[in-house]
């Protein structure tokens, strides 16, 4: 059973830069497309970024492309967040998918492990 556990999220100033950690165990087969995904309250999960396999190609939400750098390694995946703003005040979900993506895995429905999340406050 494959289990994700993220951690890295806190409380930042308007500006500052957190880095996330997504640590995989109980890998036994494939586990790439990965992503990040988050949860804002009173709104639906939505996709933040996602890398298609270890050194792939990545893919960007329009609202955090710039500021965000997904990147991974065999087992595990991260997220460095630069210049947070007050909305990308959130819980994030990583996320991995069994499914080689042909296309960027934009849609939760796609992944099929997730982690239980880490909260993301920012302040101004």
């Known amino acids: 059973q494959v289990h994700l556990v993220e951690s890295g999220g806190g409380l930042v100033q308007a500006g500052d830069s957190l880095r996330l950690s997504c640590i995989t165990s109980g890998r036994t087969g494939r586990t790439y497309p990965r992503a990040w995904f988050r949860q804002a309250p009173g709104k639906e999960r939505e996709f933040v970024a996602t890398?298609?396999?270890?050194?792939?190609p990545t893919h960007y939400a329009g609202s955090v492309k710039g500021r965000f750098t997904i990147s991974g390694d065999n087992d595990n995946h991260y997220l460095q967040m630069n210049d947070l703003q007050i909305e990308d005040t959130a819980v994030y979900y990583c996320?991995?998918?069994?499914?080689?993506?042909?296309?960027?895995?934009?849609?939760?429905?796609?992944?099929?492990?997730w982690g239980q999340g880490t909260q993301v406050t920012v302040s101004s």
């Open positions: 996320a991995a998918s069994s499914t080689r993506a042909i296309v960027p895995a934009l849609e939760a429905s796609e992944y099929n492990y």
């Open positions: 890398l298609k396999s270890v050194g792939g």
